[in-house]
T-cell receptor, first 115, second 114 residues
Framework: DSGVTQTPKHLITATGQRVTLRCSPRSGDLSVYWYQQSLDQGLQFLIQYYNGEERAKGNILERFSAQQFPDLHSELNLSSLELGDSALYFC??????????????FGPGTRLTVL | AQTVTQSQPEMSVQEAETVTLSCTYDTSESDYYLFWYKQPPSRQMILVIRQEAYKQQNATENRFSVNFQKAAKSFSLKISDSQLGDAAMYFCAYGGGATNKLIFGTGTLLAVQP
């Protein structure tokens, strides 16, 4: 158990809908990262927050947004969902702000299925 | 740009034997870290081992060890005394100090035969 929690574990929804994925980092970690893992595209970095502020952006679509709250939990909002958004969404956390060098600990993931 | 290459999409090992997974990377940075993550069928991403580029000593974690060849830009993972629970997808990752990015390879699927 990494100490990172994600809810829900599974989510099934329809095209065009909007969903929210939630992540709580490990105790003491200030950074939260969101990743998307599709079958054919590997692990793609979406966005990083550090202590409430956006720190780095990756391949995040405009239909997706995220935020980190004062208690450090984070939410990833996915809207106008398409079939291609079906994937495993991971949250990870680290102590510091350095994405490249601070060890990231991953949550169990949320499996999103868009029908 | 930094790249990470795992040239073995799949590998197989007999239980109790040793297996080595390959990873090469390309970078012009001097400050970076390298990681191996394991993703078993449960899909949880689990940190296996981490290596700081400035350290010459190879990192070890129980049955897992790395062979870090900085000049060759190679970072292989050796699993000794393989167990059935080692069956998983293994991802090599490069973490840049200056670029501040974590870049994953495409993974190697390891099967452990009883």
């Amino acid at each position: 158990d990494s100490g990172v929690t994600q809810t829900p574990k599974h989510l099934i929804t329809a095209t065009g809908q909007r969903v929210t994925l939630r992540c709580s980092p490990r105790s003491g970690d200030l950074s939260v990262y969101w990743y998307q893992q599709s079958l054919d595209q590997g692990l793609q970095f979406l966005i990083q927050y550090y202590n409430g502020e956006e720190r780095a952006k990756g391949n995040i679509l405009e239909r997706f947004s995220a935020q980190q709250f004062p208690d450090l939990h984070s939410e990833l909002n996915l809207s106008s969902l398409e079939l291609g958004d079906s994937a495993l969404y991971f949250c990870a956390s680290s102590v510091g702000p350095r994405q490249g060098t601070d060890t990231q600990y991953f949550g169990p993931g949320t499996r999103l299925t868009v029908l | 740009a930094q790249t990470v290459t795992q040239s073995q999409p799949e590998m197989s090992v007999q239980e109790a034997e040793t297996v080595t997974l390959s990873c090469t990377y390309d970078t012009s940075e001097s400050d970076y870290y390298l990681f191996w993550y394991k993703q078993p069928p449960s899909r949880q991403m689990i940190l296996v081992i981490r290596q700081e580029a400035y350290k010459q000593q190879n990192a070890t974690e129980n049955r897992f060890s790395v062979n870090f060849q900085k000049a060759a830009k190679s970072f292989s993972l050796k699993i000794s005394d393989s167990q059935l629970g080692d069956a998983a997808m293994y991802f090599c990752a490069y973490g840049g100090g200056a670029t501040n990015k974590l870049i994953f390879g495409t993974g190697t699927l390891l099967a452990v035969q009883p």
